[in-house]
């Protein structure tokens, strides 16, 4: 699919978001990615983000069922975004939502992802899919370990 001269970072991101998180279309991921960034460098703390990638969406997928990606923030500065979005599902058996924030920062070079980094409540997604007791985050304040036997 060839884009549009006229889309937007905002478009970009927004496409991003629905056709590889959402949709899992990965021949989308490999368009979105600048012919500059190696298989050896980092994407979003990946190292070889061409293969892992896919992988990564595919096990986010299988843990929690379709996903949803909503844009809340946006903000541009240069060839830099930096998109505040929530992450929800209906859950791995479809019944038992799940939803999560996370902020996300990319670099395009023309319509291509250059550098990506992002954080995300990790903590409220492994929760909500009873990965972790719906303690930890206090726990861990107070000092306690989460432990597994």
């Excluded at 050896?40 to 190292?47: K, R, S, Y």
């Excluded at 997604?125 to 719906?134: T, V």
Aim: hydrophobic fraction near 45%.
């Amino acid at each position: 699919m060839e884009l549009c001269l006229t889309m937007t970072k905002r478009d970009l991101v927004q496409r991003w978001f629905s056709e590889v998180w959402e949709n899992r279309d990965m021949s989308t991921f490999a368009e979105m990615l600048a012919p500059s960034l190696e298989n050896t460098e980092l994407l979003d703390g990946l190292t070889n983000p061409r293969k892992d990638y896919p992988v990564l969406i595919e096990v986010v997928h299988k843990l929690a069922g379709e996903l949803r990606v909503q844009i809340l923030h946006y903000m541009e500065d240069g060839d830099w975004t930096s998109t505040r979005y929530l992450l929800t599902s209906d859950g791995p058996d479809g019944i038992t939502p799940v939803h999560a924030e996370g902020i996300m920062m990319i670099r395009f070079e023309g319509d291509r992802i250059a550098e990506l980094t992002s954080r995300f409540d990790a903590f409220a997604f492994f929760e909500q899919l009873g990965q972790l007791p719906a303690d930890a985050m206090p726990a861990c304040l107070a000092g306690q370990a989460l432990i597994w036997d």
